[in-house]
């Protein structure tokens, strides 16, 4: 009989946990740690944070260093921030242990793009070490990019890829909804989009992901950030919007290559969003388009992504890899 796949959680926010506890439901996997700063959590069980009440004996630390020289883990699930230079100390502690990582760091999705010598750097680390490191996630990491370049397999040639992804951030946790804008005014909004702190991070990682699997040379990636300004007054469990106020952010990355638009990748994520949907036009040949009605829940398809990567990531090579180097994966009980 084999043994469980022993995991240790680095991050116990609200991605953190939906992570956490799915390890706890799967036969196969076994938490043995779980690692955050929080004053609020460090020093309660594992158990008291998740719902449903499990308690596996595991403890919150404060301590990364202590929690993974005395657990001894196999793979370790991160989701602290979505910086890679924020992150980056984090991986490397990991990495010291030779322990493989999947992490929920949005830049590390494709860091080649945003920080090619920081990427370098972590990809000769972890071969050093022995180990793997990974960034996924719904978006990036699947919907607009690992899904997109999936369904090209099917095509002769790819002329244009166009990715739009409707999410009602309605339903979605507190922390995206704010991350969005909703509930701000205009003139709020626009200022906290000059700051970077109004926007959705990986468009364009996901786009640089697609090119690099197109063979191209983009000459221009633009990203532009706008908002949705709702129509009616909205109310969520943790916010207001009041009419012609924000309800949340639309974002476009397009990639220009050869002087021809190639790719164009669409995200409006607003609390109110009455056609959520993920759909994608490949047009070539053939031409595919597909649609998901109501689009894909970031929040739980996330959580399951970073779970059901686990044995192909166990399977990789030591390095710095994405999602395009790993094997089409699935669920597993």
């Avoid at 959590?41 to 596996?56: A, D, F, I, S």
């Avoid at 992150?87 to 322990?99: D, T």
């Amino acid at each position: 009989m084999n043994s469980k796949i022993r995991v240790v959680q680095y991050g116990m926010g609200p991605i953190g946990r939906s992570i956490a506890q799915l390890v706890l439901e799967r036969e196969g996997l076994i938490l043995v740690g779980a690692i955050d700063i929080d004053p609020a959590l460090v020093g309660k069980n594992v158990g008291e944070v998740l719902k449903g009440g499990e308690r596996p004996g595991v403890e919150i630390s404060a301590d990364a260093e202590a929690v993974l020289a005395s657990s001894a883990p196999d793979i370790v699930l991160h989701a602290t921030v979505s910086s890679l230079e924020r992150v980056a100390p984090q991986i490397r502690r990991v990495l010291e242990h030779g322990v493989d990582l999947i992490s929920t760091c949005e830049e590390l999705a494709y860091p080649f793009y945003r920080h090619p010598q920081l990427s370098e750097e972590i990809d000769r680390f972890a071969r050093e070490h022995g180990a793997t490191v990974l960034g996924t996630g719904v978006n990036p990491g699947f919907i607009m990019d690992k899904l997109v370049v999936t369904l090209m397999a099917a095509c002769k040639k790819v002329e244009h890829v166009q990715v739009t992804r409707e999410v009602d951030a309605a339903l979605r946790r507190e922390p995206l909804q704010r991350k969005v804008g909703a509930g701000l005014r205009r003139d709020q909004f626009d200022t906290l989009v000059t700051e970077g702190k109004i926007r959705h991070v990986g468009l364009p990682e996901s786009a640089a992901m697609i090119a690099h699997v197109l063979g191209l040379e983009p000459t221009d990636i633009t990203e532009t950030i706008d908002a949705v300004i709702a129509d009616q007054d909205i109310t969520t469990p943790f916010l207001t919007v009041k009419k012609g106020g924000v309800a949340g952010v639309e974002q476009v990355a397009k990639v220009m290559a050869g002087g021809e638009e190639r790719i164009v990748l669409e995200l409006r994520m607003y609390v109110g969003a009455k056609a959520a949907a993920d759909t994608i036009h490949i047009q070539g040949e053939p031409e595919i388009h597909m649609t998901i009605p109501g689009g894909t829940h970031g929040d739980v398809a996330t959580a399951a992504i970073v779970v059901n990567a686990i044995p192909a990531l166990l399977s990789a090579k030591p390095g710095l890899i994405t999602m395009i180097d790993l094997p089409i994966f699935y669920w597993g009980p």
